[in-house]
């Protein structure tokens, strides 16, 4: 498959009151045309900075220490300046933001914030632009667009503003969309509703789509692929069905254990236990080790390499390298594993 | 909106009546000499009873309080009595009030001419060499005492282009010192406000938003943040261009400038208790004024006003 966008070796680092604090160390993810790949992992993971990376966006005190981020034939690792960020952003990847309450300006109807995307990326003016606007009202499901295009963002739901949010990415005419935490701030029964409007616009446009997420219940709506992410590393990436029904890291496990459809009714969730480890510190091995049962003396020493499932399935955890003892999955997980499985058989 | 507008006229009118009415109160509380004036002495006890009489001063106080109403409506704050003997308060601020007016203004202008734009630019250059010059003026302003620098400006800049050292109606150079002097502390905290909020506003989402959609920076900044960061100045604006209005003592004195700074605090030494009542009824009511063109202003910028929902942001 040919990839739209490949991450090769990417660190990523911020300085802190003279401390360094590395948030991504050394990802290499490939994004394929019009698939849509998820990134999920607990919040602080490093899933924001890895997008914000793409689009120019780190904040000030973060830095690309080493490794490329290739796109159209860019390194966009080695851009500098606001000229050659201005290619990129928007016109040819658009970003939706997590909180639409606060994502929209409140002095600006939301038609003019729509139409400023139009006009910087679909050279239109005037009356065409206005119009181009309204279809685009339309077509993130908004009714009433001519009175719509006319109120100011506080005169619509969170719901709603998402899906202006929505628009005004679209506006920008992309190839890549990046959502990250599109629904995370929206009412369960919305969330859907947003999702479905996405799945639609991203085959409507032929876009390439990265969904951030740290709620795995969401990716299995949306993604054709699936990376996990843990302390700044992806540590099993697959397609989607590969990293639900046959995960092989055991922090995907963890994930996986933590979905309300495997809790046992009246029981409590099953939850992580532990804390992630420390950015600032060098991490020496599998940075999941200390909160891993299945953890071996190598985890602590050296960092796994991608041991390959499938052609399309890479876990890094040295539970599978040959040498490693045979390890089972926990026993909801096997039952979880084994339905799953027969439902994608039939 | 005109719903809007109407109550906020409404509730100033009501706020203004309590105002005054507490003012003409507590004003009946201070020594009568103050009534009297210079011919206090020369009257026997008997005859100031008379004479406080015949002002109405023996009337029960709600009568009072209705006489003074009637003259309010008609333009009548009464007549000075130890100020300027016999002339009406009204015309004693009007003579006043056009040199504060003009100085105030002028001010005020510069001040916002100046002051914004720094602000603005601190903000777009925070950290760097702009910012740090403005960032030491403000702090100058704010901790060296105004006198000084009021005093530093009539003596040395003076000497230096051969100007005039006091304040000549006829002499348009005599206006550009007190005017400059006057402007220095409102251009720092101007400055001080825009850099703050324009900055507060840089760090919201939806200026992340607006640069991932491709947005220049600096279209970004005056498209985006300016009216954003205008919206907290806005409400202070009016109040603090009529309190610059009202004169400043110490420039007003430094340069005899015959302005209304120096107005009230003569008029509180003179114990002359109908100045001083005009004087406090005309300051509140451009300060309830200043209110009301603040919530205006704030009504037309910020689009979340227009409902009539709440009737404040805040
Ligand atoms: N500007 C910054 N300065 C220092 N550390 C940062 C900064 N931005 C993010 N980080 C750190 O990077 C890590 C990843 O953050 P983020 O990408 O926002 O996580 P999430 O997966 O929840 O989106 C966190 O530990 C966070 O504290
Ligand atoms: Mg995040």
New interface residues.
């Given amino acids: 498959m040919e990839s739209t966008l490949s991450i090769q070796n990417l660190v990523i680092k911020f300085k802190l009151r003279g401390q360094t604090l590395t948030a991504i160390r050394d990802i290499s993810l490939d994004l394929y045309k019009g698939e849509s790949l998820a990134i999920v992992g607990e919040s602080g993971s490093g899933k924001s900075v890895l997008v914000k990376s793409i ?1 120019g ?1 780190l904040d000030k005190n973060g830095y690309i220490d080493s490794g490329k981020i290739l796109y159209n034939g860019h390194d966009l690792a080695k851009f500098k300046t ?1 000229k050659d960020w ?1 290619k ?4 040819q990847i ?2 939706v ?1 997590q ?1 639409p309450m ?7 109807t939301v038609g003019k914030q729509i139409e ?2 139009v006009v ?2 679909q050279n239109l003016k005037g009356k065409e632009a206005y119009e181009k606007t309204l279809q685009l009202l339309r077509d993130v499901g908004i009714h009433e667009v001519e009175r719509r295009y006319k109120q ?1 963002p ?2 619509f739901s969170g719901g709603m503003r998402q899906r202006i ?1 929505i628009a ?2 679209v ?2 005419n992309p190839d890549v969309l990046i959502c990250d935490e599109p629904t995370t701030a929206l009412d369960v029964t919305i969330q859907a509703q947003i999702l479905q409007l996405l799945t639609n616009l991203q085959q409507k446009y032929g876009l390439s789509t990265i969904y951030i997420t740290h709620d795995l219940g969401v990716v299995a709506k949306v993604a054709d692929r699936i990376a996990v992410m843990y302390a700044g590393d992806i540590i099993e990436v697959g397609k989607t069905d590969e990293v639900f029904f046959n995960a092989k890291h055991p922090y995907t496990w963890a994930l996986i254990s933590s979905l309300p459809q495997l809790g046992e009714k009246g029981e409590e969730l099953y939850s992580i236990k532990g804390t992630p480890p420390n950015l600032f510190k060098e991490i020496k091995g599998d940075a999941f080790a200390p909160r891993n049962q299945y953890a071996l003396k190598i985890d602590f020493v050296e960092r796994p390499p991608f041991f390959k499932v499938s052609d399309t399935h890479f876990a890094r955890t040295w539970l599978l390298d040959l040498k490693a003892p045979k390890v089972e999955p926990p026993k909801v997980l096997q039952a979880f594993f084994e339905e799953g499985r027969r439902y994608a058989n039939e | 909106m005109l719903k809007y507008i109407g109550k906020r006229l409404v509730q100033s009118i009501f706020t203004l009546f309590v105002i005054i009415t507490i003012v003409f109160s507590l004003l009946r509380l201070m020594p009568e000499e103050g009534y009297l004036g210079a011919a206090a002495e020369k009257m026997t006890e008997a005859q100031q009873e008379i004479y406080l009489t015949n002002l109405g001063l023996r009337d029960p106080l709600i009568v009072q309080l209705g006489n003074f109403y009637q003259g309010l409506f008609q333009g009548d704050l009464g007549k000075s009595i130890t100020y300027r003997t016999d002339v009406p308060v009204v015309d004693i601020i009007q003579d006043k009030m056009m040199y504060s007016i003009l100085f105030g203004l002028g001010a005020v202008a510069l001040s916002l001419l100046v002051g914004v734009p720094l602000g603005i630019l601190m903000a777009q250059f925070k950290g760097r060499w702009l910012d740090r010059l403005g960032t030491g003026y403000i702090v100058f302003v704010v901790a060296v005492p105004a006198m000084v620098y009021f005093l530093m400006i009539q003596m040395y800049v003076t000497g230096w282009f051969g100007w005039p050292m006091l304040f000549d109606e006829y002499n348009p150079i005599s206006f550009i010192l007190p005017l400059i002097s006057m402007a220095l502390g409102p251009i720092a905290s101007y400055a001080m406000w825009m850099r703050r909020y324009m900055v507060d506003e840089l760090n919201k989402d939806y200026i992340k938003l607006a640069r991932a959609k491709g947005v220049k920076e600096r279209t970004i900044m005056f498209r985006h943040v300016l009216r954003n960061a205008f919206i907290p100045m806005a409400q202070y604006l009016p109040a603090t261009i009529l309190f610059t209005i009202t004169g400043s003592i110490y420039i007003e004195s430094l340069y005899s400038i015959p302005g209304m700074g120096g107005l009230l605090v003569d008029a509180i030494q003179r114990q002359d208790n109908q100045v001083v009542q005009g004087l406090v009824i005309f300051f509140s009511s451009l300060g309830i004024i200043g209110l009301i063109l603040g919530d205006l202003l704030m009504a037309i910028v910020d689009p979340r006003i227009k409902l009539g929902k709440g009737d404040s942001v805040r």
């Fill in positions: 689009m966006l606001e201005l990129i952003r928007g016109k658009a970003m933001t909180d606060t994502s929209l300006n409140p002095l600006k400023e995307s910087l990326h100011y506080h005169e949010v005004i990415a506006a920008c």
